[in-house]
């Protein structure tokens, strides 16, 4: 039988010690969930400018929360990806430098509520200038979801005018409230105003009154920040908690990245230059250099966009450009198969730009492909991964129906992308034929649409790396004027934004390509040439040369074995197939409307489809060869 151990109490002194240790424990982390973070060095979550133990402390004690503060991914929950951020920047600090707030940064006294589908601002000078960061508001009692902007001072007589930057949505906590903004603006001197918007009557905030009627509020239905203020605003004599922090240009990194030339011919070759400030090392696919600056020559054999990314104590800041490839017309083309795309197959056939489906693609894959010299663009669609989104028992075909879905939607996209590009894609097209049932299986609406369009290119636009990324926008004339209801829905002119581009998809049966039909109407729903429609509504929608990019088009050949999808008309033969595929190239971009054009389709012989340029038996059809031509000789 084992000996028992001897009881013994704590002495005195061995309480008071135990108090005094608990109480420093418990008090450092009431500290740090009240402290803003560091926007300029992530993790540093207490913001004293040094990523240490007292951070990784506060971590751990706010595991599997939403914790904003510990939240440094913005993905609403604080797990193993916000760990790995802070671990990435351990030991690091910025030295003495302070990020500069602006705004109201005490915790104020007079309680307030019932501001739900309000748009309430507040005025705030900044003194100096820098690039912002992050937003902080302070909640006494947490209810439902809050978002934060910032907006210039261009509306009636100095008030609110055009938005800035903005926040995801947060979910409160009490305490203050910090979330980074979604695309850093860099910010002048001057007079601001910090805007909030809450979705709850039961959110406490604190506020008090100042006399000065320094703020606007107006009726508006919770959803994301609107473009520009409303004009008639009313006044109210309060303030808030509330402030914004910026990096100072001394720790605030930069990069600039340049092509020269821009637009080379096939064969060339272009000189990548790039230069940065406040920045340690800069990585980037195309160069094993990590100097913050230097250049290097490149040779695209097509179209390609080219991204460097470099960080400073300050953050990561990335850049990106494109080489543009001319020569003549280069074939662009569409996977499909239950085996996914065979990217190599259209290496072989001497085919490098590529629309293909992101379901069926992997890291794997694309990184073979480009090794190929594959450039890729891609459709998000309805066969990505949102079930839980759906009500029960709908199809894919049943989009994302509320903005908040939409949100999680683009997030869980832009989660699939970036981990299977390491550089971003040519292009992404958002969505496939919304304007179809078939597509958009609980009714076709443009102005849903339009708000997909725009929560997707908030997350894309604002992940490293994708600043830049062109976003395609299904822009049909036909389908009941599909195009005009866009535009008309459009009324913040998200689509004047120029890296969104109008698509079609022209599909015309069996006729040629120069064939007209009698009517306008006619002509914007069955001609091959309707994308030149889509061009000029979206161009006076006010946008300067919207290209189009045609990411679908093509004719059912009459070859034995193969079978039609839909009614597609009566076929071509497959001679004919090839001669109005290389009209409908040559036709496009001889326009001088449209930037590119995506031939459907080329897949492996087991799929059977007429569409398909190669043949049951696994022979190519007469297209390929012509496509061939036009590549290798330029015409």
């Not at 000078?125 to 001072?153: E, I, P």
């Not at 009726?219 to 006044?235: E, G």
């Not at 390609?304 to 104590?313: A, P, Q, V």
């Not at 930037?595 to 492996?604: G, V």
Request: net charge negative.
């Amino acid at each position: 039988m084992a000996a028992l151990r001897s009881k013994t109490r704590p002495t005195k002194p061995h309480l008071l010690l135990y108090l005094l240790v608990f109480a420093l424990v418990g008090g450092s982390i009431l500290l740090l969930s009240l402290a803003a973070p560091n926007p300029n060095l992530p993790g540093d979550l207490n913001n004293d400018n040094k990523v240490d133990g007292a951070d990784l402390a506060f971590l751990a004690s706010v595991w599997k929360t939403n914790t904003p503060n510990a939240d440094l991914n913005n993905d609403s929950i604080v797990n193993g990806a916000d760990l790995s951020i802070l671990l990435s920047n351990y030991g690091k600090s910025t030295g003495t430098t302070t990020p500069v707030n602006f705004g109201e940064t005490n915790v104020l006294s007079t309680d307030d509520f019932g501001n739900a589908n309000l748009m309430v601002a507040q005025s705030a000078s900044l003194s100096q200038s820098g690039t912002l960061q992050s937003l902080s508001f302070y909640v006494s009692q947490a209810s439902g979801k809050l978002r934060l902007g910032l907006y210039d001072a261009s509306g009636p007589s100095g008030g609110p005018g055009n938005k800035l930057d903005e926040t995801a949505e947060i979910t409160p906590i009490a305490g203050w409230n910090t979330a980074n903004v979604l695309t850093p603006a860099s910010l002048s001197a001057g007079n601001y105003w910090l805007a909030y918007l809450a979705s709850d009557n039961n959110l406490h905030f604190v506020k008090t009154a100042d006399g000065s009627s320094s703020g606007r509020i107006y009726p508006y239905a919770y959803s994301a920040m609107p473009a520009t203020f409303s004009t008639a605003p009313n006044s109210s004599p309060s303030h808030w908690s509330f402030y914004a922090t910026l990096g100072t240009s001394s720790t605030t990194p930069s990069v600039n990245l340049s092509a020269s030339p821009s637009s080379i011919s096939s064969g060339g070759s272009s000189s990548l230059s790039w230069n940065s400030s406040n920045t340690t090392s800069c990585t980037a696919t195309w160069t094993t250099s990590h100097a913050t600056s230097g250049s290097q020559s490149v040779s695209p054999t097509s179209t390609t966009s080219y991204s460097i990314s470099c960080t400073g104590t300050g953050g990561t800041v990335n850049a990106s450009t494109t080489v543009t490839v001319g020569g003549g017309t280069t074939s662009y083309t569409t996977f499909v198969g239950s085996q996914g795309p065979d990217l190599q197959l259209a290496a072989s056939k001497g085919i490098h730009n590529v629309r293909t489906d992101i379901y069926n693609l992997t890291k794997a894959k694309v990184d073979a492909a480009r090794a190929a010299g594959i450039q890729t663009i891609i459709p998000i669609a309805d066969y990505n991964p949102y079930t839980d989104l759906r009500p029960a028992g709908t199809s894919d075909h049943y989009a994302p129906a509320t903005t908040a879905q939409r949100i999680t939607w683009s997030q869980r996209m832009m989660q699939t992308i970036v981990g299977d590009f390491s550089t971003p894609p040519q292009a992404i097209e958002i969505w496939n034929e919304p304007w179809g049932p078939g597509f958009w299986s609980q009714g076709p609406n443009a102005a849903d649409y339009l708000d997909m369009v725009h929560q997707f290119s908030l997350v894309a636009w604002a992940t490293p790396g994708y600043a830049n990324m062109k976003l395609l926008v299904s822009c049909d004339p036909g389908w009941g004027g599909w195009c005009d209801q866009l535009i008309a829905a459009d009324t913040n002119n998200y689509l004047n934004d120029p890296r969104m581009a109008p698509t079609v998809h022209p599909y015309c049966n069996d006729r040629s390509p120069d064939f007209h039909s009698s009517t306008t109407q006619a002509q914007k729903d069955y001609d091959c040439d309707r994308y030149k429609f889509t061009y000029n509504i979206w161009k006076a929608h006010g946008a300067a040369d919207p290209k189009v990019w045609l990411t679908e088009f093509g004719w059912v050949s009459l070859t034995p074995g193969s079978k039609a999808i839909g009614s597609e008309g009566p076929g071509v033969s497959e001679q004919t197939q090839s001669d109005y595929t290389v009209k409908m190239y040559k036709n496009a971009l001889a326009s001088g409307q449209v930037a590119e054009a995506n031939a459907y389709m080329l897949s492996a012989c087991s799929e059977i489809w007429s569409y398909n340029w190669i043949r049951p038996d696994c022979t190519d059809k007469p297209v390929i060869a012509a496509v061939k031509s036009l590549i290798i000789n330029g015409n």
